[in-house]
């Protein structure tokens, strides 16, 4: 274990993950048939800070690379460079970034994850006792200490204790993400990454599993690392938001100051899809609107990875990769982030 002041630069007092230079790369065929091997940077470094007790957003289109940072965060992934540093709750800083299964054990019961799907994550063939209690097991816990927990954590996510012998073809998706959500509760975490939580689900089932979430957080003292690719959603539960795209985060800062004046084009469009119900606030401008798809991160374009979908695009920006900067509060990938006048929410 690596204590606190033997980290360089320090772990601020008020973190509990600090993310540093994250990449994480894969080998895979394209090209010339599929005889071709290329390298396809899923996250090309990435750092962050997440703050004890807050929900760090971190939002982006499918293939962004968020869900990647995630599970190299709680290591299923192993890191292809980097460092993942955990506060513990004795308060002393571990390096997590190359410890084995075993190693990571005893971490483990501190770091969890809620899946996307509330139906494939969910054994059929487990009861709600099986499902809920399997990671106690794995810890040691007895059949009695299981039994009084899964009931314990039942009741805390809306759902009848006496539901612990039932299947989960009996339940809702909404229900089902609720038994996903008591399942990363089981251990005690300290910290729960949920990746997608609340996107299979209708949108009045995902406000109250959202609130439900935020419930639980003031309850078990819970920091939060919530993914979506929804701007919508993620403005209502989290403290800072990070905006992914092609393995790069291109701006980061607090919620209220990035959806006033976001400062990246990107993060101008995807505010932009965020539907308005009040047809007076919506916008008919087609400036920022996003065209076509994410570029494959194994052939990404040439300087800003974003300039062949930007409006406001220069030939800077095909040539020069930007750099990650302080604009106004902001962290901004963008080269011109100081001259754009981009469109914030109500705008």
């Not at 750092?47 to 971190?58: C, Q, V």
């Not at 990647?68 to 308060?91: H, M, P, S, W």
């Not at 190693?103 to 499902?131: A, G, H, K």
């Not at 038994?179 to 689900?201: K, M, N, Q, T, Y």
Request: with cysteine.
């Amino acid at each position: 274990m690596s204590m606190n002041k033997t980290i360089s630069p320090p772990v601020p007092d008020d973190v509990l993950i600090s993310v540093r230079g994250l990449k994480k790369h894969f080998t895979v065929k394209g090209g010339n048939r599929g005889r071709e091997l290329r390298t396809l940077k899923a996250v090309d470094d990435v750092s962050f800070d997440i703050r004890k007790g807050e929900t760090f957003g971190l939002v982006g289109e499918s293939g962004s690379g968020k869900s990647t940072v995630a599970r190299l965060i709680l290591r299923a992934y192993n890191l292809t460079e980097g460092r993942v540093l955990f506060r513990q709750k004795d308060e002393s800083i571990i390096d997590i970034s190359d410890l084995g299964d075993k190693e990571m054990r005893p971490v483990r019961r501190e770091m969890q994850m809620i899946f996307q799907d509330p139906y494939s994550s969910l054994n059929p063939r487990m009861t709600l006792l099986d499902l809920i209690g399997e990671p106690m097991v794995v810890h040691g816990y007895s059949k009695a200490e299981i039994a009084d927990r899964v009931a314990e954590l039942l009741s805390c996510v809306g759902l009848r204790p006496e539901y612990a012998m039932r299947y989960p073809h009996a339940f809702s998706g909404g229900q089902r993400q609720r038994i996903g959500i008591a399942r990363a509760l089981a251990l005690s975490p300290a910290f729960i990454a949920a990746d997608e939580a609340v996107s299979a689900l209708d949108v009045s089932v995902a406000a109250q599993n959202i609130n439900l979430l935020q419930d639980l957080q003031e309850q078990f003292h819970l920091t939060y690392l919530f993914i979506t690719h929804d701007l919508g959603m993620v403005e209502h539960i989290s403290d800072r938001i990070a905006v992914m795209y092609l393995g790069q985060i291109v701006e980061m800062g607090e919620t209220d100051r990035l959806f006033a004046r976001p400062r990246h084009p990107y993060t101008e469009a995807l505010l932009k899809a965020v539907p308005q119900p009040d047809p007076r606030q919506r916008s008919t401008e087609k400036r920022g609107v996003l065209k076509g798809e994410v570029p494959d991160a194994s052939d990404p374009p040439s300087g800003c990875p974003f300039h062949p979908r930007c409006a406001y695009a220069s030939d800077r920006c095909a040539a020069e990769k930007p750099l990650l900067r302080d604009v106004d509060g902001l962290q901004v990938r963008c080269h011109h982030a100081e001259t754009l006048t981009l469109d914030g929410v109500g705008a």
